[in-house]
């Protein structure tokens, strides 16, 4: 029984390398799109927003000699071919899904229009959004929480490398604590653990959308937290 009518799915771009050390691993991108579908089949409508870490930070733009303006640009861009490659797998397992680009490229995917994402997840199609927010400096994760709020998702599903939030990286320190919830507040004053950036958490927080903060590498965890599961740290 699904808890939530319709959730937000934010993967970060490193997700889509599985294996690898730069771009596209087909397999993990398979099998990403196979634990979508899980979380499909009780009816919870999916969109999902996703980076482009795994070819392009916008932030290292000044490492690469470019403009920053510049350097999220070609970041958004490759938002547009990890969705791509999303929809492409997605599709080959027989579950319609759209992308919907804030920065139109009218040959390959469809312009965001509010009204028409809703439309297709209305329909039973996963709608994977591309291009971030479309302006440079902010990150996809603002992208996230704007699309939420504009599409009503009830939740934020972050997927991350962890299986939740802890008080120092537990990659680093065995005795990092786990924390089960965090207010908003908490969340933002926690700079230093890098859960969200700002502008992404207070747009939650102000108009009360929840985040779960969860290890997407573990099998059913998606299925697990659209069906209200805690299977990491609670943001409310």
């Given at each position: 029984m699904t808890k939530y009518k319709r959730i937000l799915l934010?993967?970060?771009?490193?997700?889509?390398?599985?294996?690898?050390?730069?771009?596209?691993?087909?397999?993990?991108?398979?099998?990403?799109?196979?634990?979508?579908?899980?979380?499909?089949?009780?009816?919870?409508?999916?969109a999902i927003v996703v980076g482009g870490g795994n070819i392009f930070r916008g932030t290292s733009a000044e490492e690469h000699g470019l403009e920053r303006t510049v350097g999220d640009y070609i970041g958004m861009l490759a938002t547009i071919m990890n969705s791509l490659a999303l929809q492409a797998a997605l599709e080959k397992e027989k579950q319609p899904a759209r992308v919907l680009s804030s920065i139109e490229i009218k040959d390959v995917c469809e312009p965001y229009i509010r009204r028409r994402a809703i439309r297709h997840l209305e329909k039973g199609r996963v709608v994977i959004f591309a291009g971030g927010t479309g302006n440079p400096y902010f990150t996809t994760d603002t992208a996230a929480s704007l699309r939420a709020?504009?599409?009503?998702?009830?939740?934020?599903?972050?997927?991350?490398?962890?299986?939740?939030?802890?008080?120092?990286?537990?990659?680093?320190?065995?005795?990092?604590?786990?924390?089960?919830?965090?207010?908003?507040?908490?969340?933002?004053?926690?700079?230093?653990?890098?859960?969200?950036?700002?502008?992404?958490?207070?747009?939650?927080?102000?108009?009360?959308?929840?985040?779960?903060?969860?290890?997407?590498?573990?099998?059913?965890?998606?299925?697990?937290?659209?069906?209200?599961?805690q299977v990491g740290t609670l943001i409310s």
């Open positions: 934010k993967l970060s771009g490193e997700a889509f390398l599985g294996e690898r050390e730069y771009g596209i691993d087909p397999k993990f991108t398979e099998w990403l799109a196979r634990e979508i579908i899980k979380a499909q089949k009780d009816g919870t409508q999916i709020l504009e599409t009503e998702c009830e939740i934020i599903l972050k997927a991350t490398k962890v299986d939740g939030v802890y008080d120092r990286d537990p990659t680093k320190n065995k005795d990092a604590k786990k924390f089960d919830h965090l207010s908003y507040n908490e969340a933002i004053a926690s700079r230093d653990i890098g859960i969200m950036d700002n502008s992404a958490l207070s747009l939650c927080m102000d108009h009360k959308i929840p985040i779960m903060v969860f290890d997407l590498a573990k099998e059913g965890n998606i299925a697990k937290a659209s069906s209200g599961e």
